[in-house]
């Protein structure tokens, strides 16, 4: 499996973006997809989380209630739909794909063996 994100671009603080995460390959119901964000100079953190065989969600403090993470296994897709964006949301968003991610570990980076190659996310205030 292969991921591709897109879907960034400009936005002003209030407003809203969708990202979406297309899967190439099999078997893509069976894995959790998460989106990780890095901002310039800061580490790489957990934005959200959906496995597609349950559609169970997981998001972190600062997003959830703002961004809605979900997934369509008929088009191999996960979106991310981001509204009441802040200027601390600007960053490279990255889609990563498991087939084997425990769920105590859905939060980490490491987990995930598949990534895509990341979308800019720019947020003026």
């Known amino acids: 499996v292969q991921l591709q994100a897109s879907g960034g671009g400009l936005v002003q603080a209030g407003g809203s973006l969708s990202l979406s995460c297309v899967a190439s390959?099999?078997?893509?119901?069976?894995?959790?997809v998460a989106w990780f964000r890095q901002a310039p100079g800061k580490e790489r953190e957990f934005v959200a989380a959906i496995r597609l065989n349950s559609g169970t969600t997981y998001y972190s403090d600062s997003t959830k209630g703002r961004f809605t993470i979900s997934g369509d296994n008929a088009k191999s897709t996960v979106y991310l739909q981001m509204n009441s964006l802040q200027a601390g949301d600007t960053a490279v968003y990255y889609c990563?794909?498991?087939?084997?991610?425990?769920?105590?570990?859905?939060?980490?980076?490491?987990?995930?063996?598949?990534w895509g190659q990341g979308t800019l996310v720019t947020v003026s205030s």
């Open positions: 390959g099999s078997s893509f119901s069976r894995y959790a």
């Open positions: 990563a794909g498991s087939s084997t991610v425990i769920t105590s570990a859905t939060y980490t980076s490491s987990a995930y063996s598949i």
